[in-house]
């Protein structure tokens, strides 16, 4: 870095809301889901504005309804966002989460162990795809190690596993937490199509 060069700028703190565009017909629908995908609140509503929040941020996901936003096509591959992902604590919260979303006709489209995250994969009505995780490590060291490890190496993509089954195993308290996130070895595998959302 030459002398006159600008100092290196701080980091940000928190990623604070993501903001998604979606129809009038739509509107609705999206706020409905990510009611309660997140368990979140309204924070401010118009006719063509909400803003969500789930904690201690004012708005998390702002939806803003646009009387000419397309649709996606999903048969075709799209740049932008692949994703965004959400995280709990416990594997508890992500069963909990899971119920609570199926109760509302939400479910899952990929349920997949990546090594360093247990996952479920949603799809919300305009078809953006949302994670909800719960990291496999306790340190982000440990989670960076394994990814720089032969196993990852083998299987970046993970191992599928069934929603349900998942839930059953977390709440018969046979297994403890770190059996249920230790991933699978099935061998190689360096593609899937995770754009199923």
Known sequence: MSPNSPPKPVAPT????????????????MIDFYLAALN???SHQTANLCFLTYDYEHHRIALV????????????PQVGMHHVAFGFPKL??????????????????WCVNHGVSTSMYYADPD??????????FDTADEATAYMA?????????????????????VRSGVEG??????????GRRTAVNINRG
């Open 14 to 29: 928190a990623l604070c809301h993501i903001v998604l565009i979606t129809s009038k017909a739509n509107f609705q629908k």
């Open 40 to 42: 979140a609140t309204v």
């Open 65 to 76: 309804a646009d009387e000419t936003a397309q649709p996606k096509d999903p048969a075709k």
């Open 92 to 109: 508890g919260d992500l069963a909990d989460a899971y119920e609570y979303r199926a109760s509302h006709g939400i479910r899952p489209y």
């Open 127 to 136: 078809g953006n795809r949302v994670e909800f995780q719960v990291d496999n």
């Open 149 to 169: 490890g032969p196993a990852f190496e083998e299987n970046p993509i993970g191992v599928e596993f069934d929603a349900d089954e998942f839930v059953r195993r």
């Open 177 to 186: 937490d770190a059996a249920i996130k230790a991933r699978p070895d099935v």
